[in-house]
């Protein structure tokens, strides 16, 4: 009776508050309501962490409503909806994030003062949410921040592991992997929905059946699963927009073995059901080697399929014809990780919901855009066979239809040109045969995306060439960026407040184009007074860190020089760690007069090795031994310091950036896709040492030659110089350092020996020696200008001036443009 029912809404609208109120009084009742009902403490007796958890819950209260009436609004206006799928999410901690987002970060902070709490200090409490690897991974928790803000319809879906990314612990200089079982102390930030859930199936085997007198495929499965959802709620800043990001766990299916619990071992089949949740128990720490393994491409599939079955509930909720599917769904597919939801598409369209093969893959055609993150042909992923036809039998079955009828209308287009056909099927052919999914993707999509210019001019000429001789018009590219409300707001309130009094306006924190007018003030006395204050608060906060953590002081006066990010070879730490010897090794040589000439430096160097990667290993060691070296030599005191950051992570990135005076990015030219943490220090006024790589290319081009530090091969000459090879001459004060190496300088040469193999003669891949010159002449050029005060602040106000165009808004703007095809949907305040 809806008369009844109505009355029922009444009253319950009449029972709640129907916003909660942010009043200090209210926000504080709220608090300690929490420190009593939630975190079950007294509240006459509760530390900081059970304070942050009772604060957690109260700004969550907050978060839901407006994450319900966004969710309400997208259901009534049923806009086109953009589905972010991706493998990692690198949030960090939440806690700023929200409460800025939300704008209610200042009412808080005087709530709780006024009980005897510092939010920072709690803010503090909060664990990092790691369930990423590096650079492709914050992407993505940079670009939800932005969908949320702008408005975009968008759902975000990815795996809730249990362990995200190995914590990294430094024992005598060498790193060990200790496991991140960071859900431990709860998670106010998700919410557990037990009631949406979607059986995943594996295994098992294909038949054939008659269903209407139409032969259709029937899955017959060996094993089930379920996906249970976890939603956490997105804020846009400026907006009452709340989106979701949807991870999936992995739990016992019921349906799953009710044949073992007949036979009778009872304990035994209940422990057989638990082995169901390793599926989302741990993330893959390997940034980008492909092993084929079981586990990985279950985990892939796995969240693939429950995403799917979710995009499907809620389409078939308000539509009937499948031809609308395209005007409601764009599916983005996060690197190749996601790529069998193409085949699991496919398979609903076909398998369940009986359309006919054209049809369907019409519709696939429509709905799919790609983004790949790599530059090497080594890092797309392949997945053998056997492994992918045991797993998913009848996946297999629709690639090798898709490829079959790829191949055969390839074969119209350019002929028997058999060596073309063998590099653009799906299927390679070999010893092992292997499922390419990078070609899947390119196949069934709509658009492929690079992550800068250079990288999308290198897919097209090299990784991608055949593919792009056929479909010119698929390919695009989306220069990477990040959310200035993380990167600045959050993590540097001082410059945050600096830029909004010079610009009048804090506008910019959702129109980042407002930056540039900091450029009219590059040269003003004042800002430079107040810029180098800012940046002196930050340097003092890292340094008193790097004291806490290493019991090392380090002069404030000294320039930060800091490479953070994931160690590897083509990123060229070890680069970094060779010059460092070179300035040591010149200190020591020189004469007291010249040593007052010395621009003194704190080397900063943090990031995380892949747990088998043995080289990136030895660098982190390497790193040690020359720093133990050169800090306690009394001789060099404050000239020069090295310190390793442990376990660099995003919360450890939002102290370190702000603190830097000089930030290097290293790779060798045309192996850095995008690089998105430079994006990060240029905005927080860092200069930029850097080769000629990914987007700092367009980073030169926004703030002009002379306000960068740059060095190196360019892309096209890198090609030319490894065809030098066994002829190429490599700079005396080169061989110099790695001599110093070789011969125990800082111990351990026997175990350096592979690493010094590495870079010196023809296995010199990473071009170090080739570079090397270049390198030092960059550093020279730095130390000058950084002498020279007035200058360098200049530079540092162009540098943050014009780092606009590389937020990440303005890269989601793009996507929805010219990939995605939506429009903002927002939500009424
Ligand atoms: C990274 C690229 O190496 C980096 O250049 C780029 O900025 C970033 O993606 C975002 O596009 N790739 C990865 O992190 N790759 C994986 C598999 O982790």
Known sequence: DFGERKGQAERMLGLMDVFLKNDPIS????????????????RFSFDDFEAYQALAHSVRDRLIERWHDTLIHFKKEDPKRVYFLSLEFLMGRSLSNIVINLGIRDQFADALSQLGFDFEVLAEQEGDACLGNGGLARLSACQMDSLATLDYPAVGYGLRYQYGLFRQVIVDGFQHEQPDYWLNFGNPWEIERIHITYPVKFYGTVTDEFLNGEKCKVWVPGEMVEAVAYDNPIPGYGTRNTINLRLWAAKPSDQHDMESFNTGDYVDAVVNRQRAESISSILYPDDRSYQGKELRLKQQYFFVSASVQDIFRRFKDTHKKFDEFPEKVALQLNDTHPS???????????????????????????????????????????????????????????????????????????????????????????????????????????????????????????????????????FQYKTNGVTQRRWIVVSNPSLCALISKWLGTEAWIRDIDLLIGLRDYATNAELHQEWKMVKKVNKIRLAEYIEAMSGLKVSLDAMFDVQTKRIHEYKRQLLNILGIIHRYDCIKNMDKNDRKKVVPRVCIIGGKAAPGYEIAKKVIKLCHAVAEKINNDNDIGDLLKLVFIPDYNVSVAEMVIPGADLSQHLSTAGHEASGTGSMKFLMNGCLLLATADGSTIEMVEEIGQDNVFLFGAKAHEVVALRKKGPTLKVPLQFSRVVRMIRDGHFGFEDYFKSLCDKIEGTSDYFLLGADFMSYLEAQAAADKAFVDEERWTKMSILSAAGSGRFSSDRTIQEYAENTWDIQPCRCPF
């Open 340 to 474: 069998l939801a193409i085949a699991e598409v496919m398979r609903v369209l076909l398998d369940e919901e009986h359309l006919s093969w054209h049809r369907a893959w019409d519709i696939i055609c429509k709905i799919f855009s790609f983004t790949t993150h790599t530059v090497s042909p080594e890092g797309l992923e392949k997945i053998p066979v056997d492994l992918l036809g045991n797993l998913l039998p009848r996946h297999l079955q629709i690639i090798y239809d898709i490829n079959f009828n790829f191949v055969e209308e390839l074969k119209k287009m350019i002929g028997l040109d058999y060596d073309r056909l063998t590099r653009m099927s799906i299927v390679e052919e070999g010893a092992v045969k292997n499922i390419r999914m990078a070609n899947l993707s390119v196949i069934c999509s709509h658009t492929v995306n690079g992550v800068s210019r250079l990288h999308s001019e290198l897919l097209r000429t090299k990784l991608f060439k055949d593919f792009y001789d056929l479909w010119p018009h698929k």
């Open 27 to 42: 926000l504080q009742k709220d608090i300690l309501h929490h420190v009593e009902y939630t975190v079950a403490r007294s």
